[in-house]
Each structure stands twice: as C-alpha cells, then as structure tokens.
C-alpha cells in the first residue's frame, strides 16, 4: 500500500488478542453487530469485515480519494 499511496494511507494492525476490546470503541461495535475479524477501517469508518481482499481494499481507497 505503501508504494501506490505513499503517506496518504496509515495502515494500523491491533491485535486484539490479549487486549480489552472496549479500548477500540468502534471495533466493538462492529463486533457486537456480528461482524468477524479482520475488520477494515478507512478514514474511522468500517468498510470490510471477515477478510483481507487486497484489490477490494485499493478500490475502496480510490474511492475514498475520490471524495
């Protein structure tokens, strides 16, 4: 992500493994509505959940961008 957007995108991994899931409000949201892990945010908005599609998240940016 870092070559097609450079400093546009921050790209953040929580592990949430080990750590109070109420510390991320709007994870436990997400989570609480039946929502899986991994769950994708942009600009604080979730927009995926339950996977890692690379091609789905470049549109999703363009889009974002867009905007």
Do not use: C, W
């Not at 991994?13 to 997400?30: A, E, G, Q």
């Not at 989570?31 to 959940?49: E, K, T």
Request: hydrophobic letters at 40%.
């Amino acid at each position: 992500m870092l070559q097609l957007y450079g400093e546009k995108v921050e790209v953040d991994y929580i592990d949430t493994t080990n750590r109070d899931l109420n510390s991320f409000p709007l994870i436990s949201r997400v989570v609480q509505m039946g929502y899986i892990f991994p769950i994708i945010a942009i600009n604080g908005q979730p927009r995926m959940a339950g996977g890692l599609d690379v091609n789905q998240i470049k549109r999703l940016l363009n889009e974002t961008q867009e905007q």
